[in-house]
């Protein structure tokens, strides 16, 4: 009976990680569905993107605040789906996800912002920026999804040029993203799904390894259906935690 068990598991882990649909679970067998602490010790900062409310505050949000060597305005309002949910609802879904998933794992992680209320907005970048440098994080993930009216579907992960650990934080989460199946953007600069920028206060200001990472095109239909579904962030939040984790062991 027992090789007989074995070879179930060993033929349902080999069905698993050939399977395009759940392949995240079976094709990583280095970030296993565990309560053991191997993350203890770090601190992971995690920045879910516009404040729901932003767009009821023009004024705020168009302050201009320290961007890295200029200065750019406070925030923008973000993108949605065609159908009207709101980049600031689904990035603080998947930040909050994440943050559990790590959070189990023994990490401790710091969001930019508390809460994704109408009646709210900000922070600015260059808070979110700022946000773990004085603490000593050891990485940050901006979360966002894009907005891009017939780009078709797909993420980008963009790191500030000249920052050698962050690129190869980029470069980890885009493995990651790929791995969980998710499709790579064709209508970026680099349209590998790596994106180098130097005009992001987020990630001009960080100390540490930081990422953004544009996770879908909100405007592609297949990209929304995913984003408006539990199924498809928990998809996201699984895929962004085995980067961190992969990352940081
Ligand atoms: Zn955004």
Not at 113 to 134: E, I, K, L
Not at 151 to 170: M, N
Request: aromatic share 6%; glycine share 12%; net charge positive.
């Amino acid at each position: 009976m027992r090789p007989l068990l074995g070879f179930l598991v060993v033929a349902a882990l080999l069905l698993g990680g050939t399977g395009a649909g759940m392949g995240a679970a079976g094709a990583e067998p280095w970030y296993a569905e565990t309560d053991a602490a191997d993350l203890d010790g770090r601190l992971v900062v995690i920045d879910p993107g516009h404040q729901l409310g932003n767009a009821r505050f023009p004024e705020r949000i168009s302050r201009l605040v320290p961007a890295g060597g200029f200065r750019k305005p406070c925030n923008t309002t973000g993108t949605a789906t065609n159908g009207g949910y709101p980049e600031a609802t689904f990035n603080w879904a998947v930040a909050r996800q994440l943050q559990r998933r790590l959070e189990r794992r023994g990490a401790e992680v710091i969001l930019t912002r508390d809460s994704n209320s109408r009646r709210a907005w900000g922070p600015c970048v260059d808070r979110r920026g700022r946000a773990g440098n004085r603490a000593g994080a050891d990485l940050k993930i901006s979360i966002h999804a894009d907005g891009a009216h017939g780009g078709g579907p797909g993420f980008h992960v963009i790191a500030a040029p000249h920052r050698r650990p962050s690129l190869q934080l980029a470069k980890v989460t885009r493995a990651r993203l790929r791995a969980a199946g998710l499709p790579v953007a064709r209508y970026t600069a680099g349209a590998d799904g790596l994106d180098l920028r130097g005009d992001l206060a987020t990630l001009n200001l960080s100390r540490m390894p930081a990422v953004m990472v544009e996770l879908g095109n909100m405007r592609d239909p297949r990209d929304a259906h995913r984003m408006t579904s539990p199924s498809g962030r928990a998809r996201y939040a699984r895929a962004l935690a085995a980067a961190a984790y992969r990352f940081l062991r």
